[in-house]
């Protein structure tokens, strides 16, 4: 590969001509795009990665990707994130017990007692109290 002349469809050509010189594109597309043809231009991934302030491995990875994918290179892929832990039902189970009366003794529902009881009634696996908030603060519950 490092030994091939990197060359742009003239269509893709085209296309990122066009994203460039539009006023509204995103930075990392606009960054892809402006990197895809200056290597068509026969600019080095050093000079490219200096002139864009990104790594020469970011240029390199574009290159290869553009040659697999073609476009789709310019495309932001999903990201993982953190995996939801308390479900849609689990929230609501939780905010009907805050709605619910308050135990024997207490005269309003507290937010560690709210963690408490719901982890002992299995809405969920662990719960804290500032998890419980942040329920109730989506939901502008208010506990009195």
Not at 50 to 73: F, I, M, P
Not at 109 to 116: S, V
């Amino acid at each position: 590969m490092l030994d091939q002349p990197f060359a742009l469809a003239p269509a893709d050509q085209q296309h990122l001509l066009a994203i460039t010189r539009r006023g509204r594109t995103k930075a990392r597309t606009f960054q892809r795009a402006s990197a895809l043809l200056q290597l068509q231009a026969g600019h080095t991934l050093l000079q490219i990665a200096e002139a864009l302030q990104v790594s020469r491995q970011s240029v390199a990875r574009w290159r290869d990707h553009y040659r697999q994918e073609g476009l789709q290179v310019l495309d932001e892929k999903p990201r993982s994130g953190r995996p939801i832990r308390i479900t849609g039902k689990q929230r609501a189970r939780i905010t009907a017990l805050a709605c619910s009366t308050p135990p024997e003794g207490r005269a309003r529902w507290t937010l560690r007692l709210l963690a408490d009881k719901a982890v002992e009634l299995g809405y969920c696996g662990n719960l804290s109290h500032t998890g419980v908030r942040q329920i109730l603060k989506k939901t502008n519950f208010s506990r009195t």
